[in-house]
């Protein structure tokens, strides 16, 4: 359903997209997990045909995005990051505007903007102007707007920013339904509980590159049962780096400042005291310590040394 060959996409220079590829298949939720910044929104733009890659090829349905245009548009509901509709019209009006731009008329036309209202939990206001909605409701309209002409390849730009509880848990269950329906869903999000709840395979990005895939199972091997311990407090970091292993082996430093450490290590807990006994001889003092289970987050920071939510 999506295919994207070696994907390359640069601004005056500056490299967003390096040598992307990965393919996603009908009723299948594909990932994109990242922070912000590493490229998700751009490869959904190139996808979508709204960015002209600098390199490569994306086929939807087969169709080359660049090449067959009308056609690979004519099969995707796009549901951007900024919240994309019209505060002076009704829900409905909205809807049934977005509708017609993918070729629905007059009784279908009616039908599916009901079906996508009562979808999102807006089939009650329907009739009001979106300048009374709370943000929520304007995502969960979003996502209406999004699949009124039931697409057969869905994308999802980080559809749950900003919004409610209640509006969170809905536009999830709306992902799972258009899936089971058949649909391709390619989502991007920076939410680690996001992806382990919805995706059926994930690549995660950073700065433009993937670098890991797989499915969730798959990914978890990769950490190697190793625990991830941060610690806060106050580092000399050229010291740390170069002295921990050392004095602790089998400990990895992940990343550090003045502030802040984070190491891999293999049975954290049974560790711990060396660790520390290690770091006061490096001239640290620790106020602050987590110990992390192995885990998709562990694996993206093992890999990054960032955390996901900057």
């Known amino acids: 359903m ?21 393919t996603a298949g009908a009723g299948e939720v594909f990932g994109l997990l990242g922070p912000n910044g590493a490229g998700k929104s751009t490869t959904i733009g190139c996808i979508s045909g709204l960015l002209s890659p ?61 079906a996508a209202l009562e979808l999102a939990g807006l089939g009650d206001r329907a009739r009001e102007p979106v300048k009374r909605f709370s943000g929520g409701m304007k995502r969960r309209l979003n996502f209406a ?7 057969r390849v869905l994308l999802l730009d980080e559809p749950t920013v900003g919004v409610d509880p209640q509006s969170r848990v809905r ?20 939410y680690m509980e996001e992806a382990e709840s919805l995706c059926d395979r994930l690549a995660i990005v950073d700065r433009g590159r993937v670098i890991a895939s797989g499915t969730l199972e798959e990914l978890r091997t990769l950490t190697a049962e190793r625990d991830l311990v941060r610690l806060t407090g106050r580092f000399d970091p050229a010291a740390v780096s170069a002295g921990l292993a050392a004095a602790v082996p089998g400990v990895e430093v992940v990343s550090t400042d003045a502030a802040h450490l984070t190491v891999s290590v293999e049975e954290g807990s049974r560790r711990l005291p060396a660790l520390f006994s290690a770091l006061a001889s490096l001239g640290a003092e620790i106020r602050e310590t987590t110990l992390t289970r192995p885990s998709l987050e562990s694996l993206f920071i093992k890999l990054t040394g960032k955390q996901l939510r900057e």
Not at 82 to 94: G, H, L, M, P, Q
Request: hydrophobic fraction near 40%.
């Open 54 to 114: 600098t390199a490569g090829r994306i086929r939807v349905l087969g169709h080359d995005v660049m090449r067959d245009s009308r056609s690979a548009k004519s099969a995707l509901g796009v549901v951007p990051q900024e919240i994309a509709v019209y505060e002076d019209a009704s829900a409905e009006e909205n809807v049934t505007y977005w509708g017609r731009a993918y070729g629905l008329r007059g009784g279908r036309l009616r039908a599916r903007t009901s």
């Open 171 to 190: 536009l999830l269950d709306l992902v799972r339904e258009q899936a089971g329906a058949g649909t391709c869903v390619l989502y991007t999000t920076h």
């Open 145 to 151: 707007c999004g699949i009124v002409h039931e697409p």
């Open 2 to 22: 999506i295919q994207v060959e070696s994907l390359r996409k640069e601004y005056d220079g500056v490299v967003a997209v390096d040598d992307v590829s990965f």
